[in-house]
């Protein structure tokens, strides 16, 4: 694997070679010392365009837990307004000598644009309203484990819902190309108008009445609405967006006993989902969190491991 | 290079190509002396001669959409590289839209340009007016004064903005209606294609994650503008149709007998969505390049008369400018080398049109669109010796380095074109020779 740039890029066999690796990594959260010598030696750049406290948080400790040397890099505003372009942002970086680069950036294509002008690694680490990559994965890491605890870790044939501002949820896009490749069931479920053109031709089914789709779901992803989404039009009121689509109490106990709950985070609780549903049993958030750890550990050594052999 | 012609502009006077075929299928022998086209039985044994056998003579294209960047953005393109493009695609005129820096919106600024294509241009530049002060859509910038100056502009335009304001773009109608003059109209509504749009919307823009704008955009404004030309009985053009949508409103209206005439580029005669995927900024463009359907629907239109003219929309831009995130490098790519070669591919090809109608849609309607009466004429005797020498079966590779404009945003490098542009001459003085 030389990038990480879209959920699209990795077939059936490298998913669950990385969710397997993630398992193992994942004991090291739980030692009194976490770390690994895998990547000492190797030096990984967080470039985020974009604040993100959560996935660079999770990409520090999962660089560092390998031994990595990891520095943070914030480049937070357009480059245009800087005058500087993207390409002599990154050049930049990996002058200073980056074996891998992993970058959030709040234009779409950003991370696939820079590969072609540097030579280290790159991970996205989000970008825009496309591309999510690891945040799918660490949704299938538990997804996984929840349907191994049921008995048949397969994905084969599972129904997960995909509810919220689906057109501007780079999480859902990762997910939607992930599960498909994992062979589960995607319903994605909004209101018209945060539906992307060309849905039609995604590999899903689309409902745009929650309550009808909820009772067959074994996993329920609920996506944040953003702040600027509530004054675009989309929707009428966030009042409005919760009686429709959000995970209020009610709605919970329609929800089948043996399913769970995602939320890539941050939370708008008691709009797209109620507080009995963020806490509840069937949550599993801060599941999703621990994951994202233990799956970018593992990303990295994919990426970087494997570079002393060549 | 820009040695060379300018010594073939100044020695050259007299050149005699024999044995061309016109665009009619006759053959023809074309003698080009003081600046016109002259009876080839009277050519001097001084003449440079020059054998067209096997090749075809047009007259010189006409751009009635090019960006010269000068004033503003020299760094970008300049009078002098934008017109040696032109003469290197054919052209033996442009039209230098409005959107410099500082704007083309008084007597003084259109005055100016013409004064620096005097010393500098290897091609006819015509000033395009703004038709809002500073391009800011609110109030109407000095028409009037512009069309009497010395660049006697015709035509107004602030392209690469819409004029949004129904009551403004209705005065500015009425207004121009005066001296002759004619409105360009960018339709983009603004609301429907936000500020982060930055492609069409559509299937391939869901699947990217990359903001979009409907064709209804598009349509809609052109929708508008057709009736309020109608209304002031005024001439309205319609800059680079994109879709499908605008060509039913145009076909609609000009059954309706208004006034209005509409261009196409040649990269919306060619290009889609599909170039996207990438994210290349090269493929960034406003109107966006747009499925096969609008390809297909675009070409017809050209075909059948209801768009009128092909325009390029030459927009160069400095590399830095393009190096950005998808969403936010420059709108833009150079056309003026590559039209012609675009047209043949799609058009001629194609057996969609024949060389007179080229020649309608590349010359003489976009020269009178936009009242050049020196420009888009007949190859006859006493015509100004304006000539493009086309070999239509030539064919290369195209690479970005190889080019006149100062920029290198081409949106075919690497396509196998036609490379049609043998010899361009302007008022009988060669300015390209491949």
């Not at chain 1, 989902?273 to 949550?283: K, L, Q, T, V």
Request: proline residues 5%; charged residues 20%.
């Amino acid at each position: 694997m030389r990038h990480l740039l879209s959920a699209a890029d990795l077939d059936r066999d490298e998913v669950t070679a990385i969710l397997d690796q993630a398992e193992e990594m994942s004991q090291v959260q739980s030692r009194p010392v976490k770390k690994l010598p895998a990547l000492r030696g190797r030096t990984v750049v967080n470039l985020f365009f974009e604040d993100s406290t959560r996935t660079r948080s999770s990409f520090e400790l999962a660089g560092k837990w390998l031994s990595a040397d990891v520095i943070n890099v914030s480049a937070k505003g357009s480059s245009v307004s800087k005058g500087e372009s993207l390409r002599d942002t990154v050049q930049t970086i990996a002058a200073m000598g980056v074996d891998a680069l992993v970058i959030r950036h709040h234009a779409s294509g950003a991370p696939l644009q820079t590969t072609q002008w540097i030579d280290a690694h790159v991970v996205n680490a989000g970008d825009g309203t496309h591309e999510h990559p690891t945040q799918s994965l660490l949704d299938a890491f538990t997804m996984r484990r929840h349907f191994r605890s049921l008995g048949d870790d397969s994905f084969v044939g599972k129904r997960v819902l995909i509810v919220g501002d689906i057109t501007h949820s780079r999480v859902a896009r990762s997910n939607v190309l992930l599960l498909q490749t994992l062979g589960a069931e995607v319903t994605l479920v909004a209101p018209p108008t945060l539906l992307p053109s060309g849905v039609g031709s995604w590999p899903v089914s689309v409902n745009t009445d929650f309550d009808a789709a909820l009772p067959t779901a074994d996993v329920v992803m609920m996506l944040r609405v953003q702040k600027e989404r509530m004054s675009g039009g989309y929707f009428p009121t966030p009042r409005e967006y919760t009686v429709g689509y959000g995970l209020t109490r009610d709605r919970l106990a329609t929800m089948p006993e043996h399913a769970v709950i995602c939320h890539p985070g941050p939370m708008n609780r008691g709009l797209e989902i109620s507080a009995d549903a963020a806490d509840g049993a069937a949550s599993r958030i801060l599941d999703q969190v621990a994951a994202g750890v233990a799956v970018r550990m593992s990303v990295l050594y994919q990426l970087l491991g494997g570079d002393e052999d060549k | 290079m820009s040695n060379q012609t300018s010594n073939e502009r100044n020695g050259v006077d007299h050149t005699l190509i024999t044995g061309v075929r016109l665009a009619d299928g006759t053959r023809a022998d074309l003698y080009l002396a003081g600046g016109l086209l002259a009876d080839p039985a009277g050519a001097t044994d001084d003449a440079v001669r020059v054998d067209g056998d096997g090749l075809l003579a047009l007259p010189g294209l006409v751009d009635l959409h090019t960006h010269l960047r000068q004033p503003g953005r020299e760094d970008a393109e300049t009078v002098a590289t934008g017109t040696e493009a032109a003469a290197r695609g054919g052209y033996t005129a442009v039209f230098a839209m409005a959107n410099t820096n500082p704007v083309t919106d008084t007597a003084e600024a259109a005055e100016h340009l013409v004064d620096i294509a005097a010393r500098e241009a290897h091609a006819q530049v015509q000033p395009i007016g703004a038709v809002s002060k500073g391009l800011h859509g609110e109030e109407l910038a000095e028409l009037g004064l512009m069309a009497r100056s010395r660049a006697a502009v015709k035509v107004f335009s602030d392209d690469g903005k819409c004029v949004d304001d129904a009551r403004l773009m209705r005065r500015a109608l009425e207004y121009v209606r005066a001296f002759d003059g004619v409105v360009a109209q960018h339709a983009q509504d603004p609301r429907l294609a936000g500020p982060d749009a930055c492609c069409h919307e559509g299937e391939v823009s869901g699947r990217l994650g990359l903001p979009g704008w409907p064709s209804v955009a598009e349509s809609s404004v052109v929708a508008r503008d057709v009736q309020l030309a109608r209304h002031t009985r005024s001439r309205l053009h319609v800059c680079h149709v994109s879709s499908a949508e605008t060509v039913e409103v145009l076909r609609w209206a000009k059954g309706l007998g208004v006034q209005v005439t509409a261009e196409v580029t040649p990269h919306h005669l060619l290009l889609t969505t599909d170039e996207l995927t990438g994210y290349d900024p090269t493929y960034k463009v406003n109107p966006p390049l747009r499925p096969a359907e609008d390809v297909h629907a675009v070409r017809e239109a050209l075909a059948d008369g209801t768009i009128d003219i092909v325009a390029t929309d030459h927009a160069p831009h400095a590399r830095h400018d393009k190096e950005h995130a998808f969403g936010e490098a420059a709108f833009g790519m150079l056309g003026l080398e590559t039209a012609l070669a675009v047209v043949i591919e799609t058009m001629v090809n194609n057996e969609l049109i024949d060389w007179s109608r080229l020649v309608s849609a590349m010359s003489t309607l976009p020269a009178r669109i936009g009242g050049l009466t020196r420009q888009g004429g007949g190859l006859t005797v006493g015509a100004p010796a304006n000539v493009v020498l086309v070999d239509p079966t030539r064919r290369r590779t195209v690479a970005r380095d190889d080019s006149r404009s100062l920029s290198r945003n081409n949106p075919y490098h690497g396509r196998d074109l036609p490379d049609p542009v043998v010899s361009t001459w302007w008022q009988g003085r060669r300015t390209y020779s491949a």
